[in-house]
């Protein structure tokens, strides 16, 4: 048995970097030295199986390989068999759509980790499987509270061992949704020089997280090199390359970056697997951050459908979900989308829920930006005492993060006049005011770096909210209500 345990390892040595030709090779020649289907052996050669059927789609062959797993560690008293077959099964489980059951797997797998009872290697193994599950179900709180001790797990990592840095991607992706960006950033480089010589794919994702904060801290032109290396090693820099380039004036191609997102997910459907061949409800966090990204420029940039196509989204995405991540996230981006689309009331609602459930959850900057939309909202109801207070509350939280100022619009002075179609967005006003300069649409699309197209589509959604159907009625109708201030030019 110990050749057929080594083809095991050898197999892992090539599957975990992608070689999976070679790795086929060997888990071939392990099944072939296995006897007997009980043995603990067989349980090993069964965590194989399940990785590999999981990578073609098969996801009812996984979840059996893992089960049965997880039923030869448990009769042998092979611990390191069991957590291994755990954490296994908790994955297929929570791929399936059985959350609950999933995470009851994980939790249990965990309790052997931190209770000394493991080798080193597989201690390793079920941190990253378990805060990698965790954070991507957006089920943050479990994935904290584990990830506080991968933290002191991988300080005491050895030169050799598996993962050597992958549990601080995903630690660092935590500590910077909590807030700790020094921290996160520490981690997250070191982690970009740890996993290059591992897996490519790996230090992607690392150079991502590093990208993403240098970002939020202002840093945009290391932001943008940093994006870049991720791309290069083959992670995508969505959505903060899009958030980014907003940043930076560029509105439409940011846009433009990432609106087929709403395309493909409506073309996968709910529960189909991902290309990665994982359930796709495994990727919730990361698809709503997406989504709301395009939710803040889509509001920005005054584009009604991509606003109204990604907030439909996001509530479909979050529809049958438990996560207080998903309930946050459908508030907030279903607070943002009513604001911009001529409906305060609704939007404060909905955004103070959003605000409690973050402040709850521990992520400040969240948080904060949900907080700016309230303020927003409040101030388009006229009640200057909650936008003041709010406004106040989101800028001290962003200034103890070091936070640049987030894309998008901010709290503003509400018009004298709500026009029937709702207000205007502040792209639009832009619009608006340079037009009642004498401005033409190859003007005004030159000074805001905006396609004629994308000009014309302002002008339209103008003239409709305001009941006119000319560029001077729409100045003059705008004059008359207090949405134009007189004198611009």
């Not at 296995?34 to 090993?44: C, E, H, L, R």
């Not at 992607?204 to 032109?221: F, K, T």
């Not at 061949?277 to 459908?305: C, K, T």
Request: proline share 3%.
């Amino acid at each position: 048995m110990r050749a057929a345990r080594s083809a095991w390892f050898v197999f892992y040595e090539h599957w975990l970097v992608g070689e999976e030709a070679i790795a086929q090779g060997w888990l071939a020649r392990a099944r072939r030295l296995v006897t007997d289907p009980d043995s603990v052996i067989a349980g090993w050669i069964g965590l194989a199986e399940a990785d590999v059927a999981t990578a073609s789609g098969q996801h009812d062959r996984a979840l059996d390989h893992a089960t049965a797993t997880t039923m030869i560690g448990r009769a042998s008293g092979d611990r390191d068999l069991l957590a291994m077959g755990l954490q296994s099964k908790g994955c297929r489980l929570i791929a399936s759509g059985r959350l609950q059951e999933g995470l009851s797997c994980l939790d249990e797998a965990m309790v052997a980790v931190i209770s000394n009872e493991l080798d080193p290697m597989f201690v390793g193994w079920i941190y990253c499987n378990v805060i990698a599950t965790c954070h991507t179900v957006g089920d943050l709180r479990r994935a904290n509270e584990w990830s506080q001790a991968a933290l002191r797990w991988c300080a005491q990592l050895r030169d050799g061992l598996l993962y050597p840095g992958l549990c601080r991607v995903y630690a660092a992706q935590l500590a910077q949704l909590r807030g700790d960006w020094d921290d996160a950033e520490r981690d997250a480089r070191q982690a970009c020089d740890d996993l290059l010589a591992f897996d490519r794919r790996y230090a992607g994702a690392a150079h991502y997280v590093v990208g993403d904060l240098c970002r939020l801290r202002g840093r945009v032109d290391e932001a943008d090199r940093f994006y870049r290396r991720s791309h290069e090693l083959g992670h995508d820099p969505q959505p903060g390359l899009a958030l980014l380039r907003a940043g930076a004036g560029r509105l439409d191609e940011a846009l433009g970056s990432l609106r087929p997102t709403i395309v493909m997910a409506a073309a996968e459907g709910a529960g189909e697997a991902s290309d990665d061949g994982r359930g796709h409800n495994l990727e919730l966090l990361p698809r709503l951050q997406r989504l709301s990204a395009i939710v803040e420029l889509a509001d920005r940039a005054g584009d009604r459908e991509t606003l109204l196509a990604a907030a439909a989204e996001v509530d479909e995405v979050t529809m049958a979900s438990t996560s207080e991540v998903a309930a946050a996230y459908r508030l907030a981006t279903g607070g943002r989308a009513a604001v911009a689309l001529g409906d305060p009331t609704r939007a404060v609602g909905l955004l103070r829920q959003a605000v409690a459930i973050l402040l709850d959850l521990g992520l400040p900057y969240e948080a904060a930006c949900a907080r700016l939309q309230l303020a927003r909202a409040a101030t388009a109801l006229g009640d200057e005492l909650t936008a003041s207070m709010e406004a106040e509350s989101a800028e001290a939280a962003l200034g103890r993060l070091g936070a640049a100022s987030p894309v998008g619009p901010r709290p503003t002075r509400p018009p004298a006049t709500v026009p029937p179609g709702g207000a205007l967005s502040d792209r639009e006003v832009e619009v608006l005011t340079l037009v009642s300069g004498g401005l033409t649409n190859r003007e005004v699309a030159a000074r805001l770096h905006l396609s004629e197209h994308t000009v014309a589509r302002h002008l339209s959604n103008i003239f409709t909210k305001l009941g006119v159907s000319a560029r001077t009625a729409a100045v003059s109708t705008a004059l008359a209500t207090g949405l134009l201030a007189s004198g611009q030019d």
